[in-house]
């Protein structure tokens, strides 16, 4: 009963606080007129600044797709990316992306940064936020771009472009989907906007050794983590995944991060078929261990769309009826050529969290096994 106030109560708190923030800062020095059918050209667009400061691997895969449609058709623009954490790896290397502005939610480093950015004079600046945040606000009405562009900001005062649900995509549709509605909003041509995204991968020597040693024609890369402790696979059921594929004569590669390897070393025990990389510290690595493999198992959708760039054969296990939002399995499928994905369980109560590990582990061996034989 406690929780369940607190939670009424800081809803009712937020709503307010953004009411006060928009206030604040819903303003535009200057609106300028925007020209024309091709927003881009008729515009004079040389400058698009990207805004993914909230660090989601999955989403910057994506986003991608839309620096590498902009760069072929426009070679010359400048495509800068604001972001943080281990999202920054996924565009370290990407050949579309110009720049990279690392971001860091404190007052005094937002107010810096916005102010970087205000003297490159960028023209086009684009968020792909659902919900501004106070410091959202005010990143973007410093960094005074002469053009910015959201979602679903039609009525706001800061923003120029607004990228329209129910009209210009719907909540149902893939996220590559809502991506090229961005683009079409740009002046794109929808029959000719490819929605493949990319990962770039770095090669890694340090793992050369590591596959040299494992002795199966086909490896299976298992993640066992997702965003969340509720969304992570047990020691249990990864025992259980990796004892099945050993009837299947399939090696096991185990990603990981941070300290998580010692926890992640009981399974070696008597599990033969089984290899766990040291050293995995950053997204990069990961890429590249995912691209040694043929097959991918994860509950994580950051692992999905990379797997999905590489177009590994996926299993995913999501949590039921579409997650919180109830569109998430459709949003966030996989796109790989095959793909799969496994529903657990739903939680019992409104006060308990979905556990990804109550899927059906018969379904689990039945997806395999049609995977591995396609």
């Known amino acids: 009963m406690i929780r369940r106030i607190n939670r009424i109560f800081q809803d009712y708190m937020r709503e307010k606080r953004l009411k006060i ?105 684009i968020d792909f936020s659902e919900m501004l945040r106070i410091r959202d606000m005010m990143f973007i009405k410093l960094c005074n771009v002469k053009y910015n562009m959201g979602l679903d900001r039609r009525k706001w005062n800061l923003f120029d472009l607004s ?65 969340s402790k509720h969304k992570c696979f047990s020691i249990e059921i990864l025992d259980k995944i990796i004892k099945y594929l050993k009837q299947l004569n399939i090696g096991v590669v185990l990603l990981h991060f941070s300290d998580k390897y010692k926890e992640l070393k009981s399974l070696e025990e008597n599990n033969f078929n089984l290899y766990i990389p040291k050293n995995i510290v950053s997204i990069q690595d990961s890429s590249y261990i995912i691209s040694k493999g043929d097959y991918v198992i994860t509950p994580d959708t950051s692992i999905v769309h990379i797997a999905s760039a590489l177009n590994k054969d996926i299993i995913a296990v999501y949590p039921p009826n579409g997650g919180i939002n109830k ?30 590990n109550t899927f059906d582990f018969e379904e689990m061996k039945n997806e395999i096994l049609k995977m591995v034989k396609e």
């Open 21 to 125: 923030g928009k206030y604040i800062w819903d303003r535009k020095e200057k609106k300028n007129y925007i020209k024309g059918d091709n927003f881009i050209l008729d515009n004079n667009i040389k400058s698009i600044l990207f805004l993914r400061h909230d660090g989601k691997i999955g989403d910057m895969v994506i986003n991608t797709l839309m620096f590498r449609e902009i760069k072929k058709m426009y070679p010359t623009i400048k495509i800068g990316v604001v972001t943080r954490g281990a999202a920054k790896d996924i565009i370290t290397n990407n050949s579309y992306v110009d720049k990279i502005y690392d971001y860091k939610k404190d007052s005094k480093n937002i107010k810096k940064l916005a102010n970087e950015i205000k003297n490159e004079e960028y023209d086009l600046l």
């Open 163 to 227: 990228v329209n649900s129910n009209e210009d995509f719907n909540w149902k549709d893939h996220i590559t989907d809502r991506y090229r509605a961005y683009l079409k909003k740009l002046g794109f041509d929808e029959e000719k906007i490819n929605v493949s995204y990319d990962v770039s991968l770095e090669f890694n020597k340090k793992y050369d050794d590591f596959f040299e040693k494992i002795e199966y024609k086909k490896i299976v890369i298992l993640n066992p983590y997702g965003a």
């Open 327 to 356: 569109v998430d399995h459709l949003v966030w499928a996989p796109k790989s050529k095959y793909n799969r994905v496994i529903f657990c369980k739903n939680k019992k109560n409104k006060f308990d969290q979905v556990d990804i």
